[in-house]
């Protein structure tokens, strides 16, 4: 029943979100000291988070403020930006990460699955091999090195990028590029020994027995199948990207969420942290739910059980 | 009995892997024909080379690591072992099919069946939708599938083992093929559902007229049902003839040990099973003598030197064995009188 | 046909060549080190592992000054023949940081991945064994832990403890040990329904010695790959916690700080950034390769 399991997915994503929550709730109030006293915290607002938060309230209230806050949308005040409301911030950061995140996506994935095809069909060949190392390189450097050093030959040396700022299209080719690169090889290694494990499938020799000529046995049968595992990976490669931000957004000051997690970090903004933390789970948490359903989908197995 | 027109003529097939151990002759020099309408059975244990025998003929031999070193296949004047991928292409499905063993993965488990049946009728001839609905329709009829017009929008793993490989039943005939090749097409199926599905193919042969090479490690099964068998052992076809005279006066020792490792109804209960000792040899360098010396129990000095070639002890059959040499009396007296009798 | 010898047809009496000659069968390990060592990639990149284990060792002892020792004479030297690496921006000599970073890293990159198998297997076992409710449980806790990405939990619990090797390890430690679980409790999960358990019920003690006798041979290779594969993890992780300042706190020095503060001066120093980059890029590579080739040596089905 495809309906049961979408029902029953939802319910863990909720139960999982509210369990994350929590965790981050009762995770900031381990930080030893009083973590709105630091020295970034200015003065004239401690008192209005200190009522914000209910810090003079016994900690199961203060837990039911929080959860009651989170409902409606709250994800509390920021102590660096002088009491900024997190939402607002998170609210004001997110398109740019979105469409950073989006581009990076979609160069991951269509060219992830191409050099993996590719690389499967052509077993064996110097493409092949070239593929290989390109995936090895991709999944082994750090994505601050590579975004640095791309930055350095694009950017300085050869000047033929912007290096900084998200103002205009040849200012999200670097980021984008940096950011997608170890989703892409994931993705490509996956394509590829997915191809080439279904290759060996019973079905394909059926198919050309059938008479059908390679051309078509490759993208009837085999690219289809091997589609498949990739859908798994999505929810992780989403992951990747988000936190491959942080680096990125940094090394090319882009004013999205990944760089003002970082500084919050830095300024041991315990609020925005946490209030971006809950957003960063809840939104993989919501993706990973809906790759769920994709799968749910289109494998007809789930869909006919 | 007139003999029928030969439909497939196999000629000193040789066949071997590339592997990481060295060259491995899977078929080595095997000589068959085929007549029109005809069942030949291809009776061996795994390793035997029964398999890529079937594979080459329909032109499925993986090429690398496989390699069709020499023979030929002649298929309507078509050399199925040298003939290029479109040729090939146009004769899978239509003029030759092939059935395999585990129908649990023989088929695209995302792909609704019907597309599946569809697809082999569309590849071969020119059809209208409308029409290769109806002949999937009347094909999975064929094959016993009830309501068929509902199923063939269903996937694969909604019917049951039996089921699918009546669906790979109906995909084969789909476009009434001159030979079908059935690769152990009961094997990975259930006890009860085996015999069900074995008729279901040897009535669509006999109404069809359709030739057909029946591969298996069976000897029981093939009883009822072959015109004649093969009985393959280390890449070489060692004993070939008519049904009735090998499963009675059965020329060669290997084949006496498949018979005689099936267990009879005369058996005592605590009797134990008959087998025979050793393994099949590895044949990557495979010397000059006959493959089976080292499991015979009528082995000469003569058979682990060179290899016997082939022999006509009695009428329409040939024995790889040197006990039909005339100089090999005494061991060829022991060998009849171990026969059990029938 | 040529006529033959009549003796020749005499029944041979000699017993056959043993059959089985031709397969050996070998011990299990010495076959996955033999089926290792075929795969050149890993072989080399194995080789890569130990040099930089060796210098990582090494190469400070030799060093006329400590990696620290600020020589405000010479900073922002390219490499010469003096300093290998070049100098930073306090004259510090950037070969010697790189290798005193390279014990930092290395070392929390082995213990984190360490102390995380024996976590992920204790609670694999623990949950695989007892099955049903409590399996069912510790499973869905393992997806919330899942949902979290790694470095927001590292970064969360290096917020909560006070930056330093020590809370690394353990930031790691209690966040990663989820991939090894799962594998565990999947190991756990098949053996279950093998014959052994049955056994084991009639044989009692010496049935639980068996089933241990088996199951950590099937499992050992599975955790080592994964382990493998954690250790990138861990080191990655530390460089990026150093890169933003919550990681490795000075005197120690990491490559991920090295490479912080190679980014910085990228503009007119790139050496900075390339030496520390290029050197946990080839460890993250041969660890990569090594764990690929565990993986393939101890596949059963690639057996030739």
């Not at chain 3, 900075?272 to 101890?298: E, K, V, Y």
Request: proline share 6%; glycine share 8%.
């Amino acid at each position: 029943m495809l309906l049961r399991y979408i029902a029953r997915r939802l319910v863990i994503a909720i139960v999982a979100i509210y369990v994350l929550a929590t965790i981050t709730f009762f995770l900031m109030r381990l930080v030893p000291g009083d973590p709105f006293a630091g020295p970034r915290v200015a003065p004239e607002i401690r008192q209005a988070l200190r009522e914000h938060y209910g810090l003079n309230l016994p900690l199961i209230q203060q837990y039911g403020i929080f959860l009651w806050n989170l409902l409606h949308g709250d994800l509390g005040l920021s102590l660096s930006s002088r009491g900024h409301p997190v939402t607002d911030i998170i609210l004001q950061a997110a398109p740019v990460s979105f469409d950073l995140g989006i581009r990076a996506m979609i160069l991951s994935i269509s060219a992830g699955l191409f050099f993996g095809i590719v690389a499967a069909l052509h077993r064996g060949t110097a493409l092949d091999y070239l593929t290989v190392v390109l995936v090895l390189i991709g999944i082994s450097i750090p994505s601050f090195v590579l975004a640095g050093i791309l930055q350095y030959y694009l950017g300085v040396y050869f000047k033929v990028l912007p290096i900084a700022r998200y103002e205009n299209f040849q200012s999200t080719i670097m980021p984008a590029f940096a950011l997608s690169l170890g989703t892409m090889a994931t993705i490509a290694r996956y394509m590829r020994s997915s191809m080439l494990e279904v290759v060996h499938a019973d079905y394909i020799k059926t198919a050309y027995a059938k008479g059908l000529t390679a051309r078509q046995v490759v993208w009837r049968h085999q690219v289809r199948n091997a589609l498949f595992p990739i859908l798994t990976i999505l929810g992780p490669a989403v992951a990747n990207v988000l936190t491959g931000s942080f680096v990125v957004e940094t090394v090319f000051a882009i004013p999205g969420l990944g760089r003002y997690f970082v500084t919050a970090m830095q300024n041991l903004d315990y609020t925005l942290v946490m209030g971006m933390t809950i957003f960063f789970g809840a939104f993989l948490i919501l993706m990973n739910f809906l790759v769920d359903v994709a799968y749910g989908l289109i494998d007809p197995r789930i869909r006919l059980a | 009995m007139s003999t029928p027109e030969t439909i497939l003529a196999v000629e000193h097939l040789t066949v071997v892997f590339h592997t990481y151990a060295g060259v491995v002759e899977a078929v080595r020099d095997v000589s068959f024909t085929l007549g029109k309408g005809e069942v030949l059975a291809i009776v061996g244990e795994s390793g035997s080379g029964k398999s890529v025998t079937a594979q080459a003929v329909i032109g499925l031999t993986p090429i690398p690591p496989g390699e069709i070193r020499s023979g030929r296949i002649d298929y309507r004047g078509t050399d199925m072992a040298r003939a290029g991928i479109a040729t090939l292409a146009k004769i899978r499905g239509a003029g030759i099919s092939m059935i395999f063993q585990d129908p649990m993965t023989s088929l695209n488990p995302s792909m609704q069946v019907g597309k599946q049946i569809r697809e082999v009728l569309h590849q071969h001839k020119s059809l209208s939708s409308a029409e290769s609905i109806a002949a999937a329709v009347e094909l999975l009829r064929l094959v016993g599938i009830p309501e068929p017009e509902s199923r063939l929008v269903q996937y694969p793993h909604q019917f049951s083992g039996g089921m699918r490989q009546r669906i790979m039943i109906a995909i084969a005939i789909a476009n009434n093929p001159d030979i079908l090749l059935a690769d152990e097409p009961t094997t990975a199926l259930d006890v009860t559902i085996q015999s069900q599905i074995f008729r279901l193919i040897r009535d669509i042969q006999k109404r069809f007229g359709t030739a057909m090479i029946l591969i298996t490690h069976d000897l029981g099964l093939v009883a009822g049902s072959a015109d004649r068998i093969a009985v393959m052992y280390g890449g070489r076809i060692v004993e070939e003839g008519l049904t009735d005279q090998i499963y009675y006066n059965p020329q060669h020792p290997y084949t006496l040990g498949l018979l005689n490792a099936v267990p009879k109804l005369t058996d005592s209960g605590d009797a134990p099973l008959r087998t025979i000792e050793g393994l099949p040899p590895l044949l990557i360098n495979p010397p000059d003598a006959c493959a089976f010396a080292d499991r015979c129990p009528f082995v000469m000095k003569i058979c682990r030197q060179k290899d016997p070639g082939y022999f006509t002890p009695v009428p329409d059959n040939r024995a790889a064995c040197w006990l039909h040499h005339e100089s090999a009396a005494s061991q060829r007296a022991a060998f009849t009188s171990a026969r059990v009798p029938a | 046909m040529t006529t033959l010898d009549p003796s020749l047809f005499e029944p041979d009496r000699e017993r056959p060549p043993d059959a089985l000659a031709g397969r050996v069968s070998l011990a299990f390990w010495s076959d996955v080190w033999r089926r290792f060592r075929q795969n050149g990639p890993a072989m080399v990149s194995l080789v890569v592992l130990v040099l930089f284990a060796i210098l990582a060792i090494v190469a400070p002892l030799f060093a006329k000054h400590p990696w620290d020792y600020t020589d405000l004479m010479s900073t922002y030297e390219q490499p010469n023949w003096e300093h290998w690496f070049g100098t930073d921006a306090l004259g510090r000599d950037i070969w010697i940081s790189v290798w005193v970073g390279a014990r930092v890293s290395l070392t929390v990159g082995l213990t984190a991945a360490l102390a995380q198998m024996v976590i992920g297997v204790l609670i694999g076992c623990f949950s695989g064994l007892y099955g049903g409710r409590v399996d069912m449980v510790v499973m869905r806790f393992v997806d919330i832990m899942i949902a979290i990405p790694f470095l927001i939990w590292v970064s969360l619990f290096m917020l909560v403890l006070t930056p330093g090797i020590g809370s690394i390890i353990i930031a790691f430690a209690l966040t990663q040990w989820t991939d090894i679980a799962r594998l565990t409790r999947g190991e756990v999960l098949k053996l279950k329904q093998t014959e052994f358990v049955i056994a084991s019920r009639s044989l009692g003690a010496s049935g639980w010695r068996l089933i241990i006798r088996h199951f950590f041979p099937n499992i050992l290779p599975i955790i080592i790959v994964a382990v493998t594969f954690q250790v990138t993890n861990a080191i990655f992780g530390e460089a990026f916690l150093s890169y933003i300042g919550l990681g490795i706190q000075p005197p120690l020095t990491s490559w991920g700080k090295l490479v912080s503060m190679g980014i910085s001066e990228m503009r007119d120093n790139p050496y900075m950034l390339i030496f520390p980059g290029a050197a946990i890029t080839l460890t993250m590579l041969s660890l990569q390769l090594i764990g690929d080739g565990l993986r393939d040596a101890t596949d059963p089905r690639l057996r030739r």
